[in-house]
């Protein structure tokens, strides 16, 4: 299943002498999406930046020997880029010296992709992210009823192309992804050099959603230093397993100014992490389990919509909290997220004060389709 709009996005910068790097988690469907679009057409060169010889090619590898080798293609596709080393060098030689050549590079650690080709391919490149399978994907291709109707599902095993395709397997394979797939790139890079420590990090973390995260009382749980703590959450970050938001002040004293939150970029990851896949009804971290959901399917619906509002956590120091702030054109939004629709929810009077423009709307289990989609 593919992003209709990440792929017509993707389309639409074809043959504009630029690089297109997708970047995303392992396992979600990169490579799928390039097939569906290059699949049938002649002349294109696949290379898997996971074999020994493709990064082999690449050592020390001059523009004469590179168009030797690309011959008469004119699409080239390098999966897992990062693999190679000093890739963004490597890249910009093909995008500067072989221009008649669309190059198309996808990475599942923005660390070890991204950051090496910030220099090296400055406007000199097109970036598109894709992301586990989106809860509007699945209602376009199964329609609003039967996915609302599989919702409790989706907040234990989540939306792996994997898992949603193999009903019955879903433990296991999210198992093998949160032993294997996710910790591949991550192990490999210099900063790692506890994985036990990670582990017990990412078990920290995902106990701790919708909290805010101290990162000087992980270090403690951990047995790190909160220098290393917040290196390695950095990493997770790069490499797509969790992503930070920070919490949102303008102009009350009693703001917190500095605070954080974690959230996993997919329920089954985290389940997995902490060995629970009990049935909503038998869990009672269900609310956790509801605002991951909903904070990480908004992300994936504003990156595929192209939208660019900015997104905070509000809260304050007497703990009145909103769990989702957007600002877009000067607009300001709050979402407060309820999973049992008759819970009322409390919006503090300080932010209706402070911030009187603000549009207030609180997210459940029975409208969540108009925050999604």
């Known amino acids: 299943m593919i992003p209709r709009i990440l ?54 590898i001059s523009a004469a020997r590179l168009k ?16 190679i080393q000093d890739i963004g060098l490597k890249l910009k030689l093909i995008t500067d010296q072989i221009n008649e050549v669309q190059l198309i590079a996808t990475g599942s650690s923005s660390f070890e992709l991204s950051n090496k080709l910030n220099e090296p391919l400055t406007g000199r490149k097109w970036e598109f992210k894709m992301y586990p399978i989106s809860f509007k994907e699945m209602v376009d291709a199964n329609g609003l009823l039967n996915e609302k109707r599989l919702l409790p599902h989706r907040l234990v095993f989540g939306y792996y ?8 397997n879903e ?16 192990l490999t890079i210099d900063q790692i050099k506890k994985p036990e420590a990670l582990q017990k990090l990412l078990q920290g973390l995902a106990l701790q959603i919708g909290s805010q995260v101290s990162y000087s009382e992980l270090a403690q749980f951990c047995g790190l230093d909160a220098k290393t703590i917040e290196k390695y959450i950095k990493v997770l970050e790069d490499a797509f397993v969790i992503f930070r938001v920070t919490s949102f002040s303008r102009n009350l004293r009693t703001e917190l100014k500095k605070s954080r939150k974690i959230y996993f970029y997919d329920n089954g990851i985290r389940n997995a992490i902490i060995s629970n896949f009990n049935q909503i009804e038998n ?13 990480s399917e908004r992300k994936k619906y504003l990156s595929y919509t192209n939208s660019y509002a900015n997104s905070w956590f509000w809260r304050t120091i007497e703990q009145k909290e909103i769990d989702l702030i957007e600002e877009k054109d000067g607009h300001i939004n709050a979402f407060e997220f309820k999973w049992n629709k008759n819970e009322k929810a409390k919006i503090p009077k300080s932010f209706t004060t402070h ?14 389709e108009e925050f999604l989609l």
């Open 171 to 186: 433990i296991a394979i999210i198992k093998q992804l949160a032993d294997s797939y996710l910790y591949k790139d991550i």
């Open 68 to 83: 030797t080798y690309i011959g008469n293609n004119k699409i080239v596709i390098i999966d897992e880029a990062q693999r």
């Open 283 to 295: 869990r009672t971290d269900i609310g956790a389990l509801w605002e991951n959901f909903l904070m």
């Open 161 to 168: 192309p994997d898992v949603i395709n193999n009903p019955g």
């Open 355 to 368: 911030y009187p423009e603000a549009v207030i709307k609180i997210i459940h289990s029975d409208n969540f």
């Open 7 to 60: 792929q017509d996005s993707l389309t639409s910068k074809l043959n504009q002498g630029k690089a297109i790097i997708l970047l995303g988690p392992r396992q979600v469907g990169k490579t799928t999406l390039l097939h569906s679009l290059f699949g049938n057409h002649k002349n294109v060169l696949w290379l898997n930046g996971d074999e020994i010889d493709v990064r082999n090619l690449f050592l020390n």
